[in-house]
């Protein structure tokens, strides 16, 4: 790792650290009449990365609803899930459903899906290259290095040719199952967030859509990704989360209907991801039986 990416990872942990404090202490004034659908603070949703903004449509849009909402930014991925399993959020929204089925069975926890939200697409960008094929032989494409979004990242490189994967490869594929002499590139493990500040240190990256905008890029200049249309994408997902006990709560079900049909928030939400995400309704019982599926998976892949 070079010295300027040493840089800027620590410069992530301590705004995480700043962030993860901040919450911490803020703690007490959290939201704690979730079970009957009325609180007596904000409902407070931790995000990953923070700044879209869509949020601040959404927060006023659900003010005009009569619910108060303070979204929580986080830097990083591992913080918002135990924060909501230990009652310093209320929800979070920032992660796909295979995400967190490898929460709840790393942690021995039931977190739920209590709303989709979109299908981002997973792209591949290079600083060197304009189109895949000229990527050469023998070239280096980093890869997020947390479990589901490495397994992921792994099935869009085989989509687009660069790799061939053991069995054709599935939700929890690792670099191990990559088959060398059937596949062009290679790949290195790079921390999600770090992956853009990288491309310049290697042949491509697979980048995700949170990662994308921040870091300058566009995605008009992707290389290519996956696609909603496929059946192996639904389980990417991306969810609003909530402690199984408020798996019915009508003020958080609320928020969830606010995001999903509320034009507003919808077309805020449209302009800030384009047209490669696709916005969805997947109705909760299938939300469920998806995250059940992929915690068995899961399980199964751990022996």
């Given at each position: ?12 942990v ?10 911490t ?16 603070g ?5 995000v ?7 949020w ?7 003010a ?9 930014d ?8 135990p ?8 929800l ?9 089925a ?7 926890e039931?977190l739920?899906a ?13 600083d060197k ?7 050469p ?8 290095n ?7 990242a ?6 687009l040719?660069?790799?061939?994967l053991k069995?054709?490869g599935?939700?929890?594929?690792s670099p ?5 002499d059937?596949?062009?590139v ?7 967030d ?9 042949d491509?990256g ?15 200049d992707?290389l ?8 192996a994408?639904?389980?990417?997902t ?5 402690r199984?006990e408020?798996?019915?709560?009508e ?12 034009e507003?928030v ?6 800030y991801?384009?047209d490669?995400a ?17 915690e068995?998976?899961?399980?199964a892949s751990?022996?």
């Open positions: 790792m070079s010295v300027k990416k040493r840089g800027i990872l620590a410069a992530s301590a705004a995480l650290a700043l962030t993860v404090t901040a919450l202490g803020c703690a007490s004034d959290a939201n704690t009449g979730a079970d009957e659908g009325d609180s007596a904000p409902v407070r949703i931790g990953v990365p923070g700044g879209q903004p869509y601040d449509v959404f927060v006023e849009e659900a005009n609803e009569g619910i108060e909402v303070e979204i929580v986080f830097a990083e991925y591992p913080i918002p899930n924060a909501l399993t230990e009652g310093e959020l209320d979070n929204q920032f992660q796909h459903i295979i995400y967190l490898n929460y709840n069975v790393d942690a021995d039931d739920v209590i709303g989709s939200t979109v299908v981002y697409p997973m792209n591949v960008f290079s290259y304009d189109d895949l094929a000229d990527i032989e023998g070239g280096v494409v980093a890869i997020p947390d479990e589901s979004n490495r397994a992921r792994l099935l869009v490189l085989q989509k040719g660069l790799i061939e069995d054709g599935s939700a929890t594929s191990d199952d990559i088959i060398a059937k596949s062009k290679t790949v290195t493990e790079v921390a999600a770090i992956i853009p500040v990288s491309l310049p240190d290697v491509a697979v980048i995700n859509n949170d990662y994308v905008e921040p870091a300058g890029l566009d995605f008009a992707s290519g990704a996956d696609s909603a249309d496929d059946p994408v639904a389980p990417y991306n969810i609003f989360a909530a199984s408020d798996a019915d709560n003020t958080y079900l609320k928020l969830v209907d606010i995001y999903q049909n509320n507003k919808q077309a805020a939400v449209k302009d991801v384009g490669g696709v916005l969805l309704q997947t109705p909760r019982e299938e939300l469920a039986a998806i995250l059940a599926q992929a068995e998976d899961y399980r751990k022996g």
